[in-house]
């Protein structure tokens, strides 16, 4: 099963993963499947340098997208937050990329910022970490949204509607973000799994065809 979305460590990347970053720190490293990201509490540098440098790596690097970018509650910077995830839906747009989001707490104002660029969305957002309600899941649909579920969501009140989730579809993921892959395989093979233990259909016809969309940048 490929995850969705895992972090660097200090082994070698695998193929098998999209991995994220959420800091221009990490910018620098290499993997098959990997995005450029910034979270709130990691905000060393203005939007407009945020700008130009995330043009520059999508335009030297064709294969490469856009995240994790995040609206985050629990921070008190929000109205940064909001520039920075404006500017990354606009490039991902732009170039053509999948954006992979980071929301805590903040569905309502992320619905609202879609709707306010709903000429200029990209076609593939992946919400990561989703363990709220299928009728959001629903919502989020109308503006290019696919969720993706990671194994949180096995004590969340979501997994009591896996089956109507996966009419709609999602993802698998890990969220990994251990120094090293010590028990990564285990830890990610042992959640899928469990999902399709849960006698869900759609997830891996789902999951295939966003990998092949991942193959075909």
Known sequence: MFDFHRHFSKDKPLDTAFYCTSSINEWDQKAKYMSFGILANNFSIKVKDFEYLLSKKLEENPSFHVGEVGLDNRFNNLEE???????????????????TIHIVRENDLLINILKKNIKTLPKHIIYHGFNKSVELAKQLQKYNVVVSINPTCMKSKLINNIKELDKIGFLVESDWDNKTDENYREYFKTFSNDIKALEVNNFEVINNEFRTILENF
Do not use: G, M
């Open 81 to 99: 937050q909001i520039l920075f995830f404006e500017k990354a839906l606009l490039l991902s747009y732009k170039y053509n990329r999948i954006f």
